[in-house]
């Protein structure tokens, strides 16, 4: 397809000269790239889908950058990049060396706000417009959220502080609430167009603040006002929450009709203090096949846009994923113990609990993202004598620190966390990758960690912090491991001991003379033992992070020259640290070299690139080694 108006939009200004007409024709080809363009790369495309028509109708209306746009999460920001600049740089959308899915302040001065974790945009737009009112500089501060996103408790603290003044001057700020679900929505049409068109107008806010004027002279009739004006406008919109708030509510309106947007923006934009219009949009708008099944269509690879998502039948069958080997195994713990219940914060499908979910519904919560009081809630569940299971990927337990620490480690309460996506995750990038849970679940008395090596060990790692009776954290990466046979038992692993996978030759040395010990970590110990046989060197399958094994950590100090840890996590506080520990409190002085992820944050990129970027691969654990041994000799 030829795209005759979208290939002249360099920026957003370029849009501002063009007629109502000329932008519906935009939205078109906008929505034609953007299907065109992620069939080919893969990436998040319902939710891009969707937001189209308002995405041209912000940078229509507002002057960005000087005005400010904040994406909450940035899922839906594609059509904002390919406005602002990054037309042909999609075709590198989150590979190695391209642009990211997400709004990164780095990648464009339109990218006000850097995300990937959603709630974060009001409380960031209102930091904006503050800051506007301290310098003394007229703009606006506009945060586009998704309802699912309205879940998370900060967004309610952020509206909280955006409805009081400050210095007694109210923030100069529009929330835009992206109702893609209809889940807190009336239908719309005509009349909501028109209600929408008169409340965010002059003539209705001066007639209202005019009457509540004379009406404060008379409390009794002023509170009555109140109380009818609540009651009538409850009638043809959601509930009266935001403005409770502090917020005047406008909507809902047509998402995807740019007569209606573009008045309403334009009234909004000339109205101070905190606005909030209600947009309702359809995921997958445009394309049909997105639309019937907007959750196939969140985050697809590459397909052909003619023929859709197609499952092609396997050859052989495929290795299971650890996310399903978890899902597998949640339902047959519950089987076995009716005491288990299974928490999820809106991750049900990324974290393998479809079927649990389905076998036992009355045992399932799925509390939106709302990662702190997922946590909190286990707690809660664990003080009653039930066994909580929060299925949570590495990077969002990050959003629950202090509940993981106040509301369950203190109280040493016997919760299981499943943390999912552990270690480099990929294309989603910085904001996503799990390499930080080691230093800061170690850290908390109470709660031990797992890192199982295979899908065998996945399985026994969760029977055995099932067991327990405290915290206990099970970490395993996206995807397929080793392709180990999963046993169909709840046998656990044992407790607290790791294992030796490979014994050096007793004769052996290396080049250098020196016997060398590799501690794995995780599923990082096939690459250790690929790298292991050029140096024929000793292997340690640690499986456990914390209680760290060790007995085993001093027997295999005493009698190699050199001890290597590998992990999938950061160095800086990570299983290499508590190696380091071990061998300092057992008086131990032994070379020791710590392979992880260093002290920098990991770019977007395919996860096997990624990895032997950071030496993680079997090859740069080999050469680390070498290098290590090499210098030593010349010391």
């Not at 109205?271 to 394309?287: E, I, S, W």
């Not at 045992?363 to 009653?384: K, N, P, S, W």
């Not at 607290?496 to 290396?510: D, F, I, L, N, P």
């Not at 710590?594 to 990991?602: A, M």
Request: some cysteine.
């Amino acid at each position: 397809m030829n795209y005759p108006l979208l290939s002249k939009i360099d920026k957003p200004a370029d849009l501002r000269h063009l007629s109502r007409s000329e932008l519906k024709q935009l939205a078109v080809e906008l929505r034609e790239y953007l299907l065109q363009s992620v069939s080919r790369t893969g990436g998040h495309l319902s939710s891009n889908l969707g937001t189209v028509e308002l995405t041209i109708a912000l940078h229509h209306v507002f002057e960005t950058p000087h005005d400010r746009l904040v994406w909450d999460v940035g899922h839906q920001s594609y059509s904002h990049k390919i406005l602002t600049g990054r037309r042909d740089a999609m075709a590198l959308l989150k590979q190695l060396g391209g642009i990211s899915g997400f709004p990164r302040r780095e990648e464009s001065e339109y990218d006000t706000f850097g995300t990937g974790h959603s709630s974060t945009s009001i409380s960031a737009a209102l930091g904006m417009a503050q800051g506007a009112q301290i310098k003394g500089e007229s703009r606006k501060a506009v945060a586009i959220i998704g309802d699912g996103a309205m879940t998370a408790g900060m967004v309610f603290e952020a509206m909280n502080n955006a409805g009081v003044p400050h210095a007694g001057r109210m923030p100069d700020m529009l929330v835009v609430l992206n109702d893609n679900d209809m889940s807190i929505s009336p239908p719309v049409g005509a009349l909501n167009r028109h209600l929408a068109r008169l409340m965010s107008g002059r003539f209705y806010t001066a007639a209202r603040e005019s009457a509540k004027q004379v009406l404060r002279n008379a409390p009794p009739l002023f509170e009555l006002a109140k109380k009818l004006e609540e009651h009538a406008k409850g009638m043809v919109v959601p509930a009266t929450i935001f403005e409770e708030f502090g917020f005047n509510y406008v909507g809902p309106i047509d998402g995807h009709d740019l007569d209606s947007l573009i008045p309403t923006l334009e009234n909004l934009r000339e109205r101070g203090g905190p606005q909030f219009l209600h947009v309702v949009t359809k995921k997958g708008y445009g394309y049909k096949l997105a639309e019937n099944d907007p959750i196939a269509y969140h985050g697809p690879g590459k397909f052909d846009p003619a023929v859709g998502l197609v499952k092609a039948a396997p050859v052989v069958p495929p290795k299971p994923t650890f996310t399903q080997i978890f899902g597998q195994w949640l339902c047959d713990m519950a089987a076995a113990d009716a005491r288990l219940v299974g928490i999820t914060p809106a991750m049900r499908e990324g974290s393998g609990m479809v079927e649990f979910h389905q076998r036992f519904p009355g045992r399932y919560f799925d509390v939106g993202i709302a990662e702190q009081h997922a946590v909190t809630f286990a707690g809660g569940l664990a003080c009653e004598g039930l066994k909580p299971v929060v299925a949570i990927y590495s990077t969002f337990l990050q959003r629950a620190y202090d509940q993981l620490i106040h509301d369950v480690a203190i109280q040493n309460l016997p919760v299981v966390f499943a943390l999912d996506r552990a270690g480099i995750v990929g294309a989603d990038g910085a904001t996503h990758m799990g390499v930080f849970d080691i230093p800061f679940v170690r850290c908390i008395p109470n709660v031990s960690l797992l890192a199982p090596a295979d899908e065998a060990e996945c399985r026994q790692a969760l029977s055995a912090a099932y067991a327990q009776n405290h915290p206990v954290a099970v970490r395993y990466p996206r995807g397929s491991g080793a392709g180990v046979p999963v046993p169909t038992s709840l046998d656990a692993m044992p407790w607290g001991k790791g294992e030796v996978r490979r014994q050096s030759t007793q004769t052996a040395q290396t080049a250098s003379g020196q016997r060398v010990a590799i501690l794995a970590f995780g599923t990082l110990l096939y690459p250790a033992l690929q790298a292991a046989e050029a140096l024929d060197a000793t292997v340690a399958n640690m499986r456990y992070i914390k209680p760290l094994d060790v007995d085993l950590v001093a027997e295999l100090a005493r009698s190699h020259d050199l001890i290597v840890t590998v992990e999938e996590g950061c160095v800086a506080g990570g299983a290499g640290a508590a190696v380091a520990e071990a061998l300092a409190a057992a008086g131990i002085v032994k070379p020791l070299l710590i392979l992880g992820i260093p002290d920098q944050f990991v770019e977007h990129g395919d996860p096997a690139k990624l990895l032997a970027m950071a030496g993680l691969d079997a090859a740069g654990i080999e050469q680390s080694v070498k290098t290590r041994l090499a210098a030593s000799a010349q010391a």
